[in-house]
């Protein structure tokens, strides 16, 4: 019997000769895939919301078969918890709406489902947005207006929430309501509009000015629907100013040379008046110019007391 020489080129040519004859184990990859879905990626709390998807084994549906999902809020603590069960097309839905209370952020939702011993899983998230109008500024046209005549108020309102908004604006004096707009508002967007005010019935005296956005279904945060922009007075015809700053109850030499002494001026001069410019070519209210209008209307009332 020959011997061999060098034993270590006999263990080399074993070893590869059991490499060349042992199979390569492939790589595992799962034949059961699980997807999930969202109709869109933001809800408001009032909103439906709806989670989807597909259940399938070898690229084929797996029917009537249970699919666990679970919601979790922005803080991880579930919310909402299901066993689904698929369809004869392997689709599973669930329809929902979360509490009136919920969290605003970022939902997650997880679903896991087992089938001929494998096991998948698969999450999608979605945003729960706010609905929230607000009144962002009130402007007067002025500060005094003859009892009977008309004065413009503007509000600028916002859309601070997520979905396209149609709500009502209001404008008051004091508890009375003076006139409504309904806006329509795209998600962050904002539009001013005027009112006209006519005092015709109001009484003589102070009155506060306020705008009000009526709340929106699913409106929690409504602080800022109200805005409260100072107060008006509302004053006999001619009665402008007195020696206190405000009308006083007469039509005077003080009324009179208030007007006189801005004739001519006109609005956006730095010297207009608003409270000078009584009337225009639409009786009773202003435009914009301090003229032989407004001189007159005061001076033929120079002297009238407030009775």
């Not at 225009?280 to 007391?305: E, Y």
């Amino acid at each position: 019997m020959k011997t061999l020489k060098n034993p270590k080129l006999l263990l080399a040519a074993i070893l590869i000769g059991i490499i060349a004859i042992t199979p390569i184990p492939h790589a595992y990859s799962s034949n059961l895939t699980l997807t999930i879905f969202t109709t869109k990626p933001s809800y408001t709390i009032e909103e439906e919301i709806t989670l989807y998807g597909n259940l399938t084994y070898n690229s084929l549906p797996v029917p009537n078969w249970p699919v666990a999902l679970e919601v979790q809020d922005p803080l991880g603590t579930p919310v909402v918890t299901r066993t689904l069960q698929t369809n004869t097309s392997g689709t599973y839905t669930l329809t929902f709406k979360l509490p009136t209370n919920a969290k605003l952020g970022t939902y997650t939702a997880y679903v896991s489902s087992s089938y001929k011993g494998e096991t998948a899983t698969n999450s999608t998230t979605f945003e729960l947005m706010p609905r929230d109008i607000a009144v962002t500024n009130v402007t007067l046209s002025k500060t005094v207006i003859a009892q009977g005549y008309s004065m413009k108020i503007t509000a600028t309102v916002e859309n601070q929430g997520y979905p396209t908004e149609t709500f009502n604006v209001t404008v008051y004096a004091n508890t009375t309501s003076i006139a409504t707009q309904t806006v329509t508002l795209t998600s962050g967007n904002s539009t001013t509009i005027a009112f006209t005010w006519n005092t015709i019935g109001f009484a003589k005296g102070n009155y506060t000015i306020r705008a009000y956005a009526w709340p929106v279904p699913g409106e929690t945060h409504t602080a800022d629907n109200t805005l409260t922009d100072g107060w008006v007075i509302v004053a006999m015809i001619g009665d402008i100013i007195g020696p206190y700053g405000w009308p006083d109850g007469k039509c005077d030499i003080r009324d009179v040379a208030s007007v006189a002494k801005l004739f001519g001026v006109n609005y956006p001069d730095p010297r207009y008046n608003p409270n000078c410019d009584l009337t225009g070519p639409t009786p009773g209210l202003a435009d914009g110019k301090i003229d032989i209008r407004d001189i007159a209307t005061v001076a033929k009332n120079f002297g009238k007391i407030d009775p």
